[in-house]
């Protein structure tokens, strides 16, 4: 596992990052069904809807943001308060490094402590690392 990496609530300043990850995402199309870019104003709005029950966290080496993961509402629906939808995004030159792993550990973590039970996610087939991640049982 990548031990230089640190983790952190992400902040206001790390959204052009964020965002910069999220479009590399949505460019390779391995991680999401978006087609279309996102700009800065979508990605404000986005994490305006976060807060420290959906927490956003940055994966940082060298002062670089080179991941992210977020816990997001599932369902506005009150019978759905124990659930949150997780998304995990990694730099593109940092992918297959364990910094997956890092984020789902340290996220897990966070939905815990916020009282969530269940944790539900959407990977697509032919993301072969993002379904190893979510396969894997060693990163309790």
């Known amino acids: ?6 983790t952190r609530l992400a902040t206001k300043e790390d959204l052009q990052s964020i965002l910069q990850i999220y479009n590399q995402g949505i460019e390779d199309r391995v991680a999401t069904l978006e087609e279309d870019q996102k700009g800065l104003d979508y990605m404000e709005d986005w994490f305006s809807q976060h807060n420290e029950r959906f927490a956003v966290v940055v994966a940082v080496q060298n002062n670089e943001v080179v991941g992210w993961a977020s816990l997001n ?9 124990g659930v949150t ?20 550990s340290n996220i897990e973590r966070i939905a815990m402590k916020n009282n969530f039970n269940k944790i539900v996610l959407f990977t697509l087939p032919f993301n ?13």
Do not use: F, P, V, W
């Open 85 to 104: 939808d997780l998304s995990i995004y990694i730099k593109r030159e940092y992918r297959g490094r364990g910094i997956g792993s890092i984020l789902l």
């Open 128 to 140: 072969k690392l993002g379904q190893g991640l979510y396969r894997d049982t060693t990163h309790d």
């Open 1 to 6: 596992m990548n031990t230089d990496i640190e």
């Open 73 to 81: 509402r599932y369902s506005n629906r009150c019978a759905y308060n």
